[in-house]
């Protein structure tokens, strides 16, 4: 046991410890990549950093999206695959599919599939008449796109653990519900969502970190571009460590990114606290 | 009708890689029904230097070495959790759990200066370390879960038989837990394929790239020619060992992600 324990500790927690001690550091070219302790300055740097805020506030946007959208695609898909169907096995095999391929794989093929004019979505596009879309020129459209690739990968990660929670909620309460007259609406709110909750929430807490340290699809599928416009806050931090080798900085940005995920983390799990007693309405 | 859209939106942008990994480039920007067919990209990236099997080569052996390390540490780490006090566990599991969705994209730079420190860059078993560390928590989760499934009047049994730990373990415990084995080692060995930050800051020798990076500098590699076909060939070659692999062992994956998820 205590080896994996020890081994855990030096890949997760000295790593975070370390950069809260560079984060006090200067470490770039000019300090010749010797570590020399300025305080706070790095923090004061990153507040009037407006680069930073600005990823910081595209990280979020495609996090809460892309999260969002697979929760929603990822419970239908789920309630699909939960319905005796034939062919179901093959089904969920090929629905898995998408999750398993590597990021940057898969994030090549989008570029391809996104090509203006001539990747297949425009060439439908045109083929009916509507004018193309610019899907990675275009800083209004390029991070829908990116959080279209993101759902497309992920949404079967989403439906897999909602379908192991569709499967542990009775059928004789929806039969019960039926009696009662309920439609499959009423039976969907009622009581589905309320069972299906613990599940959800460890799905959003599960992507939701994942999603904002989205980094491979970023850096393969657009670069950041256009115009900075898809840049993640760990993009960001990596650009700093590797490109312009200013690691105090770069290792600032990380924390940043780790603070920003916590305080969400937070703020679904608070989410769920605050609405279980109203959703469980004295059924449990 | 809603299975057909389930099965197009899934397979479709694979099936439109297929379809223009084989077709001329010149013909890409023309008619899609235009156009012969050709091998040329297949052939290009297989007699490219270094060919494109040796990034799959490399994936795999990082991925196997990873799981066999993986399994060896897990494994008497799970057992020993399994047989601490519900309490005492749960307190530990909830860290595990953390570290399992901890977005370790972030550990990168720390992970990259102990490659310096310690001279492990460019060297694929070498990166099977912090693989292993980083598949150790769903690993643990799993493993944990499925100890605790076996009743411990059986592991009692085999011990007033005078059975010692290990024996117990070889013989006893492991044989049943071989359903939980096998869908860890697929979880784990799927995230050392895939894993990309990581490979891509400790190998730097074009010939020991793993698959995501060898893809990330193929897409880099050609800013202002846009060689789609080859792109497109690319994304099959390094697609086929894992749908194999997903179709073979779709059992495994799935009840390894949802058992991950209920009892983590």
């Given at each position: ?127 009916v008449g509507l004018p193309t879309v610019s899907f990675l020129g275009d800083p209004a459209i390029t991070w829908l796109s990116m959080v279209w690739a993101d759902t497309w990968k992920t949404t079967p990660f989403v439906a897999l653990l909602l379908l192991a929670g569709l499967q542990t909620i009775p059928a004789d309460l929806y039969e019960a519900a039926a009696l009662e007259g309920a439609n499959r609406w009423q039976s969907l709110r009622r009581i ?64 940043a990114a780790f603070l920003l995920m916590l305080l969400l983390s937070g703020g679904a799990v608070l989410l769920w606290l605050v609405s279980r007693p109203r959703w469980a309405g004295g059924q449990r | 009708m809603n299975r057909l859209l389930l099965i197009l939106w899934s397979l479709g942008p694979m099936l439109w890689q297929l379809y223009t990994s084989f077709r001329p480039n010149a013909t890409l920007t023309g008619n899609p029904m235009q156009g ?229």
């Amino acid at each position: 046991m205590a080896p994996a324990l020890l081994l855990l500790l030096a890949v997760f927690a000295l790593p975070m410890l370390q950069y809260a001690w560079l984060s006090t550091q200067a470490q770039t070219v000019l300090t010749e990549l010797e570590p020399q302790p300025v305080g706070l300055a790095q923090w004061q740097r990153l507040l009037q950093d407006g680069r930073f805020w600005q990823d910081a506030f595209q990280t979020l946007r495609f996090g809460l999206c892309s999260v969002g959208l697979e929760l929603v695609l990822g419970l239908a898909v789920a309630l699909l695959l939960n319905q005796p169907l034939r062919g179901r096995t093959l089904l969920r095999t090929v629905s898995l599919l998408p999750w398993a391929l590597p990021t940057t794989v898969m994030a090549l093929g989008w570029r391809w599939i996104f090509n203006d004019p001539f990747g297949p979505i425009n060439l439908l596009l045109a083929q009916v008449g509507l004018p193309t879309v610019s899907f990675l020129g275009d800083p209004a459209i390029t991070w829908l796109s990116m959080v279209w690739a993101d759902t497309w990968k992920t949404t079967p990660f989403v439906a897999l653990l909602l379908l192991a929670g569709l499967q542990t909620i009775p059928a004789d309460l929806y039969e019960a519900a039926a009696l009662e007259g309920a439609n499959r609406w009423q039976s969907l709110r009622r009581i589905t969502l309320p069972l299906l909750s613990p599940y959800i929430l460890i799905a959003v807490l599960f992507r939701l970190a994942q999603a904002l340290g989205v980094f491979d699809l970023v850096q393969v599928l657009t670069a950041g571009g256009p115009a900075g416009s898809t840049e993640s806050l760990a993009l960001y931090a990596y650009i700093n460590a590797m490109r312009f080798l200013d690691f105090g900085y770069s290792a600032t940005l990380m924390l940043a990114a780790f603070l920003l995920m916590l305080l969400l983390s937070g703020g679904a799990v608070l989410l769920w606290l605050v609405s279980r007693p109203r959703w469980a309405g004295g059924q449990r | 009708m809603n299975r057909l859209l389930l099965i197009l939106w899934s397979l479709g942008p694979m099936l439109w890689q297929l379809y223009t990994s084989f077709r001329p480039n010149a013909t890409l920007t023309g008619n899609p029904m235009q156009g012969g067919w050709t091998l040329e990209h297949y052939q290009a990236l297989l007699g490219g230097n270094p060919p494109f099997w040796r990034y799959l080569l490399n994936s795999g052996v990082v991925g196997l070495s990873s799981t066999l390390l993986t399994l060896v540490v897990a494994v008497p780490c799970a057992y020993g959790l399994s047989r601490l006090g519900r309490k005492t566990a749960r307190n530990v599991n909830v860290l595990v759990a953390i570290a399992a969705a901890f977005p370790y994209v972030l550990l990168f730079l720390a992970l990259l200066q102990l490659a310096r420190d310690l001279h492990l860059g460019n060297n694929l078993l070498a990166l099977s370390l912090p693989y292993t560390g980083l598949s150790l928590p769903l690993a643990i989760l799993l493993l944990q879960a499925s100890f605790r499934d076996i009743p411990p009047e059986l592991e009692e049994a085999a011990r007033l038989e005078g059975l010692g730990l290990w024996q117990r373990l070889r013989w006893v415990l492991l044989p049943l837990m071989a359903p939980a084995i096998a869908s860890a080692s697929l979880l784990i060995f799927l995230f050392c394929w895939n894993e990309y930050p990581i490979a891509l800051t400790w190998l730097s020798r074009a010939d020991l790239l793993t698959l995501a990076p060898a893809m990330a500098r193929i897409a880099g590699s050609s800013v202002f020619t846009v060689p789609y076909g080859g792109f497109a060939a690319a994304t099959v070659l390094g697609s086929i060992p894992l749908i194999v692999l997903v179709l073979v062992f779709q059992r495994q994956i799935v009840s390894g992600l949802t058992q991950g998820a209920i009892k983590g």
